[in-house]
């Protein structure tokens, strides 16, 4: 993924860098309202996505804080991915997003 | 840029068809900031995007409406992008993100 050079000048650069791509915010819009959730899981909500994105995706938002990762250690082993605390400030982005997205594009029959 | 599937029960997956992808939050900041801005001077204003890839999600933006796009034929012409009325549902957003940018990323020395 083509990463915006992190400008030492620009907080809102290196956010972007970090939610910016094509299913970060889904994945968000998902975590948020089913709260933890598991990896096969998430992956069957979000067509088209491919494992492999997916990890690196998750990774990459584990890696900023956004979101925790647990692992158990069952067999076979299950891994379940939930919002940190940190990220509780994206929720209220992620609500009025739904509402534009319901207000531009839900189906008015 | 990879497409989330279009999926009828869902808008927001519609929604951030259109909003996904990494410079998109970026550019519609700068309008947001700047105001009506030329090809030019949004391209020097975000780091590490080509020509081609801003002409492509200016196009895309302009397709769903969310910003305009104004022609002069002046000596060189000049083209001008701006927000429209529809996106400013978004403006509330885009100030959302940035204060949790300052929160998470400014520098407090």
Chains 1, 2 share one sequence.
């Not at 709260?35 to 979000?46: E, H, V």
């Amino acid at each position: 993924m083509t990463q915006l050079k992190e400008s030492v000048s620009c907080p809102m650069g290196t956010l972007l860098n970090v939610l910016g791509g094509t299913w970060t915010f889904y994945i968000l819009w998902i975590l948020r309202n089913n709260g933890p959730t598991r990896f096969s899981a998430l992956k069957r909500q979000i067509e088209g996505i491919s494992s492999k994105v997916l990890t690196e995706k998750l990774r990459m938002l584990e890696e900023a804080e956004i979101i925790y990762r647990t692992y158990e250690p069952t067999i076979p082993p299950q891994v379940t991915y939930g919002l940190t605390e940190k990220s509780q400030d994206l929720i209220v982005v992620l609500d009025q997003l739904a509402q534009i997205a319901h207000k531009w594009y839900a189906k008015t029959d």
